[in-house]
Nanobody, 125 residues
Framework: QVTMKESGGDSVQAGGSLSLTCEAS????????MAWFRQRPGHEREGVAC???????YADGSMKGRVTISKPTDKDVLVLQMTNLQPEDTAGYYC???????????????????WGQGTQVTVSS
């Protein structure tokens, strides 16, 4: 059993910053790559950034250039630093993990077997 848990979501004003943390627990050796997704109201879930053996990879989209992903010494932790947040960034932010596969990390939803419950980020104008 693998559990993904997000934390750090908050309400901020436009231009603000937040750092989100994902912690995986349980049988974490089952996790290969980890990623952050978000789901804005009325939109489908979309990738933000992921971590593989090359390091951080970033999805094409409005958040590229405003996010930095990092993986501290604990391999079961993934941090997403977000800056210059805008109202359109309001979303639930989700951490996810894959089982082993050949390749580098990317963002098809079906790639990810383990999902957290999400943490809410609300950005006011």
């Amino acid at each position: 059993q693998v559990t993904m848990k997000e934390s750090g979501g908050d309400s901020v004003q436009a231009g603000g910053s937040l750092s989100l943390t994902c912690e995986a627990s349980g049988y974490t050796t089952s996790i290969y790559f980890m990623a952050w997704f978000r789901q804005r109201p009325g939109h489908e879930r979309e990738g933000v950034a992921c971590w593989d053996y090359h390091g951080g990879q970033y999805a094409d989209g409005s958040m590229k250039g405003r996010v930095t992903i990092s993986k501290p010494t604990d391999k079961d932790v993934l941090v997403l630093q977000m800056t210059n947040l805008q109202p359109e960034d309001t979303a639930g932010y989700y951490c996810a993990g894959t089982t082993p596969y050949f390749g580098i990390c990317d963002f098809p939803l079906t790639r990810y077997s383990y999902w957290g419950q999400g943490t809410q980020v609300t950005v006011s104008s």
